[in-house]
Nanobody, 121 residues
Framework: QVRLVESGGGLVQAGGSLRLSCAVS????????MAWYRQAPGNQRELVAI???????YYTDSVKGRFTISRDNAKNTVYLQMNSLKPEDTAVYYC???????????????WGQGTQVTVSS
């Protein structure tokens, strides 16, 4: 059983910072990619940032230069440091991981429960 537990969301003023964390638990699960998505009311869920097992990162254009994704493989945790937050960053942020069961070849992906980030103007 793989479980993702997110933390770090909240209410912040425009220009402020927040740091999201997502801890992954579950034995026999080898994590490959880790990512953060977000979904604002009335919008589709969108990819914010993704980090590969080797540390390669990708960011959606709207957060480049403001957000940083990182991971601690020893802790099976992914982080999203969000600086210079804007009201348009307001959304529910979801953690996503992709990996394989140790000894297997099939890929599986899992989602966190989501954490609310609200940026006031």
């Amino acid at each position: 059983q793989v479980r993702l537990v997110e933390s770090g969301g909240g209410l912040v003023q425009a220009g402020g910072s927040l740091r999201l964390s997502c801890a992954v638990s579950g034995s026999r699960f080898s994590i490959n990619s880790m990512a953060w998505y977000r979904q604002a009311p009335g919008n589709q869920r969108e990819l914010v940032a993704i980090i590969s097992s080797t540390g390669t990162t990708y960011y959606t254009d709207s957060v480049k230069g403001r957000f940083t994704i990182s991971r601690d493989n020893a802790k099976n945790t992914v982080y999203l440091q969000m600086n210079s937050l804007k009201p348009e960053d307001t959304a529910v942020y979801y953690c996503w991981v992709q990996g394989t069961i140790v000894g297997g070849i099939s890929d599986y992906d899992y989602w966190g429960q989501g954490t609310q980030v609200t940026v006031s103007s």
